[in-house]
C-alpha cells in the first residue's frame, strides 16, 4: 500500500511538472506573440513617420510657414492661411463639443439611471465609429444646403459632432474616478448638489476631462472629408468663420491630387506638420494625465 501511496503521489507530481511546462511554454508564447505585434505597430509608425519626414523636409522653411498658397505654375508659397485656418476650426468646435460633453458626462456618472443612461452611453459609442465623411454630409445637410453657404463654422460643427463622444466617455469615466466620499462630504458641509459637482467633483477630475479634451482635438486634427463639404477651402487670408476657410488637411489633400511636383512637397511638408501637432497633442494628453495619477 505505501508503495502504491508514494507511485501515485510520484505520478502526480510528475504531471503537475508537465502541465506547469505546458503553460510556461504557452506563457512564453504568448508574451512572445504580443511583443511580435507591439513591435510591429512600433516599427510601422517609425517608417511612416521616416518617410514623411524625409519626403516633407525638403519643403519646410521660413516662406512655407509665413506665405500664402501662389497660384499654379509658380513654385514656392506656404500654407500659412492652412495652419491659422485649422486653428480657428479646431478651437471652435472644441468651444461647441467641450460644455455639451462634460455636461453628459457630469449627467451620466452622477445621476444617470435606467433606459436613458443605457441609450445615451449607446449612442456615444455608436457615433464614435461613424465614418467622419458622413458627419460631413450631415453638416451639409444641416448648415450648408440650407444656407447656400460653405463656411469654417459648418466645418467646426462637424468636428465638434466627431469630438462629443469621446469627450462624453472620457468626462463620465474621469468622474467615476473621483471618490464619493468627496462628493458626499461636500454635500454634508451644507453644499447644494450643483456647488458640490462644480466646485468639488469637477476640479477633482480636471486632469482627466482635458486629456479627454487633447484626445478629441487630436481626433479631428488630421480629418479631410468634413472639410469637402464644409469649409471648402481657400487660397487666401480668412479668418470670418461664416465664410470658406483654409484648412491644412484639406490643403494637403488638394495638393497631393494635383499634377505639379512642387504641389507635391508641399502635401508632404504639410502631412509632416499634422503628424506632429497630432503627436504633440498626444504627449500633452498623456503628460496631463501623468500628472493626475502622479497628484492622485
Known amino acids: 500500500m505505501a508503495s502504491a501511496s508514494v507511485a501515485a503521489e510520484g505520478a502526480m507530481a510528475d504531471k503537475r511538472a508537465t502541465q506547469w511546462r505546458i503553460r510556461r ?7 512572445g506573440t504580443a511583443a511580435a505585434c507591439a513591435g510591429i505597430a512600433a516599427v ?20 512655407f510657414f509665413i506665405h500664402l498658397p501662389r497660384p499654379v505654375g509658380i513654385e514656392g508659397g506656404g500654407v500659412s492661411n492652412g495652419i491659422v485656418g485649422s486653428a480657428i476650426i479646431v478651437a471652435i468646435s472644441a468651444v461647441l463639443a467641450t460644455p455639451l460633453g462634460v455636461l453628459a458626462g457630469i449627467y451620466l456618472a452622477l445621476f444617470g439611471r435606467g433606459v436613458l443612461a443605457e441609450a445615451v452611453r449607446f449612442l456615444a459609442d455608436v457615433l464614435s465609429g461613424v465614418p467622419s465623411i458622413v458627419i460631413g454630409l450631415f453638416a ?20 465638434a459632432i466627431l469630438m462629443l463622444p469621446i469627450i462624453v466617455r472620457t468626462s463620465e469615466e474621469a468622474i467615476r474616478t473621483v471618490p464619493r466620499v468627496i462628493r458626499e462630504g461636500a454635500l ?4 447644494s448638489t450643483y456647488n458640490a459637482t462644480i466646485n468639488v467633483v469637477l ?9 479627454g479634451l487633447l484626445l478629441g482635438v487630436a481626433r479631428v486634427t488630421g480629418e479631410t472629408a468634413p472639410l469637402l463639404f464644409t469649409a ?17 488637411s484639406l490643403q494637403v489633400f488638394t495638393y497631393a491630387i494635383s499634377p505639379y511636383e512642387d504641389y507635391h512637397r508641399q502635401a508632404w511638408a504639410g502631412a509632416l506638420i499634422l503628424i506632429v501637432a497630432v503627436f504633440i497633442i498626444n504627449l500633452a494628453a498623456r503628460m496631463a494625465l501623468r500628472s493626475r495619477v502622479s497628484r492622485g
Do not use: C
Not at 511554454?25 to 508574451?31: A, E
Not at 454634508?188 to 453644499?191: F, K, Y
Not at 487660397?235 to 484648412?247: I, L, S
Open 203 to 211: 476640479p477633482a477630475a480636471r486632469g482627466a476631462i482635458i486629456t
Open 140 to 159: 451639409y445637410t444641416v448648415l450648408v444646403a440650407p444656407l447656400k453657404h460653405f463656411s469654417a463654422f459648418s466645418a467646426s460643427f462637424a468636428f
Open 188 to 191: 454634508a458641509l451644507g453644499m
Open 232 to 248: 471648402f477651402g481657400s487660397q487666401f487670408w480668412e479668418v470670418n468663420p461664416a465664410n470658406p476657410m483654409a484648412e491644412l
Open 44 to 63: 510601422t509608425l517609425l517608417v511612416i513617420f521616416g518617410y514623411v519626414i524625409a519626403k516633407g523636409v525638403t519643403a519646410l522653411n521660413i516662406d
Open 25 to 31: 511554454i504557452w506563457s512564453g508564447l504568448g508574451v
